[in-house]
């Protein structure tokens, strides 16, 4: 079955230093999230994105974070000067089809665990 | 505003015997998509069982089964004859057909198989 690769599977960063987290999702999929899960607890809507730009975003996503689709098949999320309270599982998931579609299932990757020091 | 609610944080099961993980959602949409994700200590989030709200049976998939009550809002998932690799934590998320493209989350119930 196709799958949604993330990497890296680690990353540890200073506080303040920039991260990017890479994700390619699957090939034919439209719609493209970032997903993130403090300490295995719940899983927080970061961001949705569909047609080359943001769809949707959480009182999370804010002008710290950025996404992008620079060649089509790479889905990146940057966070420009983390903080402590950054470190979380960063998943990235994608989807199939038109959201008025209710039955397309979300496809995760197996995330990314940033660490902020 | 739309919102899922897991109330049970943990739940023990015996090897082979039944057990339900709670769900229950709100929204005043008519038009949305229920589903289950099962993410064990591997970390990685697998999807198990989707039910639509226009649905008129319960959604089954080998040992996994929906329990959808409308009326009362509730999509809680049945486990039959549990296995040891069935601990793991388990989600409940809901999407809606218009107006989001987002999936919300419930805050999990960690379930333990006993052996």
């Known amino acids: 079955e196709p799958e949604v690769t993330q990497t890296p599977s680690h990353q540890v960063t200073q506080m303040g230093q920039e991260v990017i987290l890479r994700c390619v999702p699957i090939?034919?999929?439209?719609?493209f999230y970032w997903y993130r899960q403090i300490l295995g607890q719940k899983v927080e809507f970061l961001v949705s994105?569909?047609?080359?730009?943001?769809?949707?975003k959480s009182e999370i996503f804010d002008d710290q974070f950025s996404v992008e689709r620079p060649d089509g098949s790479n889905f990146t999320l940057k966070i420009r000067s983390t903080k402590l309270e950054d470190s979380a599982m960063y998943f990235c998931?994608?989807?199939?089809?038109?959201?008025?579609?209710?039955?397309?299932?979300?496809?995760f990757g197996s995330g990314t665990q940033l660490s902020v020091l | 505003a739309q919102k899922i609610t897991q109330t049970q944080p943990g739940m023990f099961v015996q090897e082979k015997e039944a057990v339900t993980l709670d769900c229950t959602y709100d929204t005043s949409d008519p038009s949305y998509g229920l589903f289950w994700y099962k993410q064990p200590s591997s970390g990685e989030m697998i999807f198990l069982i989707y039910q639509g709200s226009y649905d008129q049976q319960n959604a089954t998939e080998g040992r996994y089964s929906l329990n959808f009550q409308k009326a009362r809002k509730s999509a809680n998932l049945v486990i039959s004859a549990s296995q040891l690799g069935d601990s793991a934590m388990y989600f409940c998320a809901m999407r809606l057909t218009s107006g989001t493209y987002k999936y919300i989350f419930g805050t999990g119930t960690r379930l333990k198989v006993l052996a």
């Open positions: 090939s034919n999929h439209l719609y």
């Open positions: 994105f569909y047609n080359n730009e943001i769809s949707e």
């Open positions: 998931a994608s989807s199939l089809g038109h959201p008025e579609w209710g039955s397309e299932k979300l496809f």
